[in-house]
């Protein structure tokens, strides 16, 4: 069984590779239905838009591959908002609804958008992605979307208001900021999620 990394089209995968690769893991980039269902452990990355992303999801087929899925998958990014039920972004698109809770534009009054840079993350309950790591830890954000406070948030960030940080619904996990580019911190995330 091997690590994989779910070909979304529109994501830098290489530095998401690298950092798995780094904790000592073999890790393939695919969209092989028969690979993802046979992984021991699945990332759904993701950067850019929602429309762009749910639309290669759709041409490989793969959202009935992630609902079959069984083992822990964790979405990062644009791929933790894709485990939700819609976006607000291009008017309204509906998403994979495994995350039964809508993302919306920040409201970020003055504050710049994107958000973009490091925040601190508040772990709002004992969970085993954040075994090891100091509560308000620093991560690195960039996005323009939000999923607000919601019954699956297991950690939070505060940019203006409160959305989630990070997210999780039985083996689906979500994290808004990118561990591969949040240093240490973000290494031993992603090492907390290979040893689930």
């Known amino acids: 069984m091997s690590i ?10 290489s ?7 780094r904790l000592g893991y073999n890790v393939i980039i695919t969209s092989n239905h028969k690979n993802i269902l046979n992984a021991k452990k699945v990332f759904l990355p993701g950067v850019g838009t929602a429309f762009s992303a749910m639309k290669m999801l759709n041409q490989f087929k793969l959202k009935d591959v992630l609902y079959k899925y069984q083992q822990p998958v964790l979405g990062i990014c644009l791929g933790m908002q894709l485990l939700c039920s ?20 920040l409201k970020s009054n003055k504050f710049p958008l994107p958000h973009n840079g490091w925040n601190n993350v508040s772990v709002c309950d004992e969970n085993p992605l954040f075994i090891g ?10 996005h323009s979307y939000a999923l607000y406070e919601n019954d699956y948030m297991i950690a939070k960030t505060f940019y203006n208001v409160y959305f989630s940080a990070a997210v999780r619904k039985e083996n689906f996990f979500g994290v808004q900021f990118h561990p591969e580019k949040s240093g240490l911190v973000g290494l031993q995330l992603l090492k907390n999620f290979l040893e689930i």
């Open 15 to 21: 530095s998401l590779k690298y950092a798995i690769q």
């Open 133 to 142: 790591i100091k509560n308000n830890s620093k991560f690195y954000f960039l």
């Open 4 to 13: 994989v990394i779910i070909n979304t089209g529109c994501a830098n995968l």
């Open 86 to 105: 819609f976006s607000s972004e291009n008017n309204g698109i509906k998403m994979l609804d495994i995350i039964h809770a809508p993302v919306n534009i």
